[in-house]
Protein backbone atom coordinates (compact mmCIF):
# COMPACT_ATOMS: atom_id res chain seq x y z
CA UNK A 1 0.00 0.00 0.00
CA UNK A 2 1.76 2.95 -1.16
CA UNK A 3 1.58 6.48 0.97
CA UNK A 4 3.46 8.59 3.26
CA UNK A 5 4.94 7.85 6.36
CA UNK A 6 5.47 10.71 8.56
CA UNK A 7 6.99 9.93 12.18
CA UNK A 8 6.77 10.53 15.21
CA UNK A 9 3.01 11.49 15.13
CA UNK A 10 3.86 13.50 18.47
CA UNK A 11 7.08 15.08 18.78
CA UNK A 12 8.29 16.74 22.78
CA UNK A 13 10.95 18.82 22.61
CA UNK A 14 13.28 21.54 24.92
CA UNK A 15 13.60 25.14 23.20
CA UNK A 16 16.98 25.40 21.96
CA UNK A 17 17.14 22.24 20.87
CA UNK A 18 17.04 21.19 16.98
CA UNK A 19 14.56 18.85 16.17
CA UNK A 20 14.24 16.51 12.50
CA UNK A 21 10.87 15.23 11.28
CA UNK A 22 10.74 12.30 9.06
CA UNK A 23 8.49 12.31 6.04
CA UNK A 24 9.45 9.31 3.70
CA UNK A 25 6.78 8.07 0.64
CA UNK A 26 6.63 4.78 -1.82
CA UNK A 27 4.73 6.45 -4.42
CA UNK A 28 7.58 7.22 -6.61
CA UNK A 29 6.33 11.17 -6.53
CA UNK A 30 9.12 13.45 -8.10
CA UNK A 31 7.69 16.48 -5.75
CA UNK A 32 7.44 16.58 -1.95
CA UNK A 33 6.41 19.57 0.41
CA UNK A 34 6.09 20.53 3.96
CA UNK A 35 3.61 22.56 4.91
CA UNK A 36 2.46 23.80 8.92
CA UNK A 37 -0.70 24.51 9.81
CA UNK A 38 -1.61 26.44 12.90
CA UNK A 39 -4.91 26.37 15.02
CA UNK A 40 -7.13 28.58 13.12
CA UNK A 41 -4.94 28.98 9.83
CA UNK A 42 -4.52 27.24 6.50
CA UNK A 43 -1.57 25.36 5.61
CA UNK A 44 1.50 27.46 4.92
CA UNK A 45 4.44 26.16 2.55
CA UNK A 46 8.11 26.08 4.25
CA UNK A 47 10.20 24.41 1.60
CA UNK A 48 9.25 21.86 -1.36
CA UNK A 49 11.09 19.72 -3.47
CA UNK A 50 11.08 18.99 -7.22
CA UNK A 51 13.84 16.52 -7.21
CA UNK A 52 16.32 14.98 -5.36
CA UNK A 53 19.40 17.36 -4.70
CA UNK A 54 17.14 20.00 -5.23
CA UNK A 55 14.69 22.11 -2.44
CA UNK A 56 13.32 25.41 -2.49
CA UNK A 57 12.41 27.84 0.02
CA UNK A 58 8.05 28.14 0.62
CA UNK A 59 6.26 31.39 2.41
CA UNK A 60 7.87 30.49 5.90
CA UNK A 61 11.46 29.42 5.42
CA UNK A 62 13.09 31.04 8.40
CA UNK A 63 14.05 28.78 11.04
CA UNK A 64 13.75 25.20 9.28
CA UNK A 65 15.85 23.18 6.58
CA UNK A 66 15.55 20.34 4.44
CA UNK A 67 17.17 17.69 2.85
CA UNK A 68 16.72 15.64 -0.64
CA UNK A 69 19.24 12.98 -0.66
CA UNK A 70 16.97 10.17 -1.86
CA UNK A 71 13.63 10.57 -3.68
CA UNK A 72 11.62 8.62 -1.29
CA UNK A 73 12.71 10.84 1.66
CA UNK A 74 12.78 14.76 2.64
CA UNK A 75 12.85 15.19 6.60
CA UNK A 76 12.62 18.72 7.84
CA UNK A 77 14.83 20.21 10.61
CA UNK A 78 13.09 22.60 13.13
CA UNK A 79 15.94 24.49 13.97
CA UNK A 80 16.47 26.62 16.93
CA UNK A 81 16.27 29.63 15.23
CA UNK A 82 12.05 29.17 14.43
CA UNK A 83 10.33 31.62 16.73
CA UNK A 84 7.11 29.79 17.11
CA UNK A 85 8.28 26.24 16.44
CA UNK A 86 5.08 24.33 18.31
CA UNK A 87 2.83 23.42 15.33
CA UNK A 88 1.52 20.45 13.38
CA UNK A 89 3.30 19.70 10.47
CA UNK A 90 2.34 18.18 7.25
CA UNK A 91 4.50 16.60 4.57
CA UNK A 92 3.25 16.14 0.89
CA UNK A 93 4.25 14.60 -2.33
CA UNK A 94 2.86 14.92 -5.87
CA UNK A 95 3.58 14.02 -9.39
CA UNK A 96 3.03 16.11 -12.81
CA UNK A 97 -0.44 17.60 -11.95
CA UNK A 98 -1.71 15.17 -9.60
CA UNK A 99 -3.54 16.47 -6.31
CA UNK A 100 -0.90 16.76 -3.37
CA UNK A 101 -1.25 13.53 -1.43
CA UNK A 102 -0.67 14.40 2.42
CA UNK A 103 1.16 12.04 5.16
CA UNK A 104 -0.85 12.41 8.73
CA UNK A 105 1.45 14.81 9.94
CA UNK A 106 3.77 15.42 13.44
CA UNK A 107 2.27 17.22 15.59
CA UNK A 108 5.64 19.45 17.59
CA UNK A 109 5.60 20.65 20.99
CA UNK A 110 8.84 23.07 22.26
CA UNK A 111 8.85 24.17 25.55
CA UNK B 1 -1.88 39.04 2.35
CA UNK B 2 -4.28 36.31 2.13
CA UNK B 3 -4.70 35.22 -1.56
CA UNK B 4 -7.30 32.21 -0.49
CA UNK B 5 -9.74 33.14 1.53
CA UNK B 6 -12.68 30.92 3.32
CA UNK B 7 -14.44 33.14 5.10
CA UNK B 8 -16.47 31.09 7.34
CA UNK B 9 -14.48 29.31 9.87
CA UNK B 10 -17.73 27.31 10.81
CA UNK B 11 -20.99 25.99 9.42
CA UNK B 12 -23.74 23.60 10.49
CA UNK B 13 -25.76 22.25 8.36
CA UNK B 14 -28.30 19.44 9.39
CA UNK B 15 -28.13 15.62 8.28
CA UNK B 16 -29.64 14.85 4.74
CA UNK B 17 -29.44 18.88 3.95
CA UNK B 18 -27.19 20.73 1.54
CA UNK B 19 -23.87 21.92 2.68
CA UNK B 20 -22.64 24.64 1.07
CA UNK B 21 -18.72 26.25 1.59
CA UNK B 22 -17.61 28.56 -0.15
CA UNK B 23 -14.18 30.65 -1.02
CA UNK B 24 -12.66 33.83 -2.40
CA UNK B 25 -9.42 34.35 -3.93
CA UNK B 26 -7.47 36.97 -5.23
CA UNK B 27 -4.75 36.02 -7.08
CA UNK B 28 -6.35 35.91 -11.02
CA UNK B 29 -3.32 33.86 -12.15
CA UNK B 30 -4.60 31.25 -10.28
CA UNK B 31 -6.05 27.74 -13.00
CA UNK B 32 -6.82 25.35 -11.16
CA UNK B 33 -8.58 24.63 -7.54
CA UNK B 34 -8.93 21.82 -5.09
CA UNK B 35 -10.88 21.08 -2.10
CA UNK B 36 -9.37 19.01 0.91
CA UNK B 37 -11.18 17.19 3.45
CA UNK B 38 -9.52 16.75 7.04
CA UNK B 39 -9.84 15.41 10.18
CA UNK B 40 -8.28 16.05 13.67
CA UNK B 41 -4.73 14.74 13.89
CA UNK B 42 -4.63 13.41 9.97
CA UNK B 43 -3.85 15.11 6.80
CA UNK B 44 -5.64 16.48 4.49
CA UNK B 45 -7.42 14.13 1.95
CA UNK B 46 -8.18 15.29 -1.57
CA UNK B 47 -11.42 15.60 -2.41
CA UNK B 48 -12.52 17.47 -5.87
CA UNK B 49 -10.82 19.88 -7.82
CA UNK B 50 -11.85 21.94 -10.70
CA UNK B 51 -9.85 23.57 -13.47
CA UNK B 52 -10.26 27.41 -14.92
CA UNK B 53 -11.64 26.35 -18.08
CA UNK B 54 -14.65 24.47 -16.61
CA UNK B 55 -17.52 26.38 -14.43
CA UNK B 56 -18.75 23.28 -12.88
CA UNK B 57 -17.52 19.59 -11.70
CA UNK B 58 -19.38 16.76 -9.89
CA UNK B 59 -18.42 13.87 -8.40
CA UNK B 60 -20.79 11.67 -6.70
CA UNK B 61 -22.02 14.04 -3.75
CA UNK B 62 -19.84 16.93 -4.13
CA UNK B 63 -20.24 19.30 -6.84
CA UNK B 64 -17.78 22.37 -7.17
CA UNK B 65 -18.92 25.49 -8.96
CA UNK B 66 -16.09 28.27 -10.29
CA UNK B 67 -16.91 31.73 -11.11
CA UNK B 68 -14.08 33.25 -12.36
CA UNK B 69 -15.38 36.85 -13.08
CA UNK B 70 -16.15 36.89 -8.95
CA UNK B 71 -13.41 35.03 -7.99
CA UNK B 72 -14.93 32.66 -6.37
CA UNK B 73 -15.82 28.89 -5.65
CA UNK B 74 -18.02 27.06 -3.80
CA UNK B 75 -18.53 23.08 -2.58
CA UNK B 76 -21.81 21.88 -2.65
CA UNK B 77 -22.52 18.85 -0.50
CA UNK B 78 -25.54 16.95 -1.29
CA UNK B 79 -26.93 15.17 0.67
CA UNK B 80 -24.93 16.31 3.77
CA UNK B 81 -24.05 12.75 5.96
CA UNK B 82 -22.55 12.79 9.75
CA UNK B 83 -18.85 11.01 8.14
CA UNK B 84 -18.78 15.23 6.38
CA UNK B 85 -18.03 16.33 9.66
CA UNK B 86 -14.69 17.64 8.98
CA UNK B 87 -12.61 20.87 8.36
CA UNK B 88 -12.70 22.12 4.64
CA UNK B 89 -9.82 23.81 2.82
CA UNK B 90 -9.96 25.08 -0.33
CA UNK B 91 -6.87 25.34 -2.17
CA UNK B 92 -5.59 26.97 -5.29
CA UNK B 93 -2.34 26.95 -8.21
CA UNK B 94 -1.29 28.82 -11.11
CA UNK B 95 0.69 26.93 -14.05
CA UNK B 96 2.25 23.72 -13.19
CA UNK B 97 1.81 24.18 -9.07
CA UNK B 98 5.46 23.22 -8.84
CA UNK B 99 6.02 25.24 -5.89
CA UNK B 100 2.85 24.24 -3.60
CA UNK B 101 -0.50 24.99 -2.95
CA UNK B 102 -1.85 28.26 -1.60
CA UNK B 103 -4.54 27.18 1.31
CA UNK B 104 -7.42 29.39 2.99
CA UNK B 105 -7.72 29.48 6.60
CA UNK B 106 -10.45 26.03 6.17
CA UNK B 107 -14.28 25.85 7.27
CA UNK B 108 -15.40 23.63 9.95
CA UNK B 109 -18.22 21.49 8.65
CA UNK B 110 -19.86 20.09 11.56
CA UNK B 111 -23.45 17.72 10.50
CA UNK B 112 -25.85 17.86 13.16
CA UNK B 113 -27.88 14.70 13.42
Known amino acids: DGGITQSPKYLFRKEGQNVTLSCEQN?????MYWYRQDPGQGLRLIYY???????QKGDIAEGYSVSREKKESFPLTVTSAQKNPTAFYLC??????????FGNGTRLTVT | DQQVKQNSPSLSVQEGRISILNCDYTNSMFDYFLWYKKYPAEGPTFLISISSIKDKNEDGRFTVFLNKSAKHLSLHIVPSQPGDSAVYFCAAYSGGGADGLTFGKGTHLIIQP
Open chain 1, 49 to 55: SQIVNDF
Open chain 1, 92 to 101: ASSIGDSPLH
Open chain 1, 27 to 31: LNHDA
